[in-house]
């Protein structure tokens, strides 16, 4: 089993949905979280950072996090077609310089105008 | 303006070559890392730094190298002895304490 899952799509959705991004993972000592966002030739970019279990609210992005299920998710509430990226779940068990992140492989999300 | 920047954005290798990608950051982040991005692979760790001149191997270390020799650069060399080193190649750093990363815009290697 790998350390991390993600479903890499690719998923397409019309402007204005409701887009739900997941990855699962098997390490329970993680307890960080992130979401990058990778547009196509570019180097991925921080979205959402979270600790541990609970909801992190920017703006239409929701990040949610659910330790006992081993699942984190990704909301994007009115999608647009600048959305339109690879979004990689990222985690890690410890603080600071103890660790190294673990990347998901990715989701490939299309909004289509 | 601070920021981590690769270069260059495109690299061509020849058989046999030995090349050498750059990476620098004015973030003043105490760890740098490498990795390397192949279509459905998602990133692969080469090798990462936590201080100055020391670095240790990451998952596929084999054919590449790295230096440490200042706190702001941190340059991969990708060696004859990796067969297959066609790949967008992608530099990120950490601040010391903290879990996130930040990447560079990547350098894309392809063989003649």
Not at chain 1, 97 to 108: C, E, P
Not at chain 2, 22 to 40: F, I, K, T, V
Not at chain 2, 43 to 67: C, P
Not at chain 2, 101 to 109: E, S, V
Request: charged residues 20%.
């Amino acid at each position: 089993q790998k350390e991390v899952e993600q479903d890499p799509g690719p998923l397409s959705v019309p402007e204005g949905a409701i887009v739900s991004l997941n990855c699962t993972y098997s390490n329970s000592a993680f307890q960080y979280f992130m979401w990058y966002r990778q547009y196509s030739r570019k180097g991925p970019e921080l979205l959402m950072y979270t600790y541990s279990s609970g909801n992190k609210e920017d703006g239409r992005f929701t990040a949610q996090v659910d330790k006992s299920s081993k699942y984190i998710s990704l909301f994007i509430r009115d999608s647009q077609p600048s959305d339109s990226a690879t979004y990689l779940c990222a985690m890690s068990a410890y603080e600071g310089s103890q660790g190294n992140l673990i990347f998901g492989k990715g989701t490939k999300l299309s909004v289509k105008p | 303006d601070g920021g981590i920047t690769q270069s260059p954005k495109y690299l061509f290798r020849k058989e046999g070559q030995n090349v050498t990608l750059s990476c620098e950051q004015n973030l003043n982040h105490d760890a740098m890392y490498w990795y390397r991005q192949d279509p459905g692979q998602g990133l692969r760790l080469i090798y990462y730094s936590q201080i100055v001149n020391d670095f240790q191997k990451g998952d596929i270390a084999e054919g590449y190298s790295v230096s440490r020799e200042k706190k702001e650069s941190f340059p991969l060399t990708v060696t004859s002895a990796q067969k297959n080193p066609t790949a967008f190649y992608l530099c990120a750093s950490r601040k010391g304490g903290q879990e996130t990363q930040y990447f560079g815009p990547g350098t894309r290697l392809l063989v003649l």
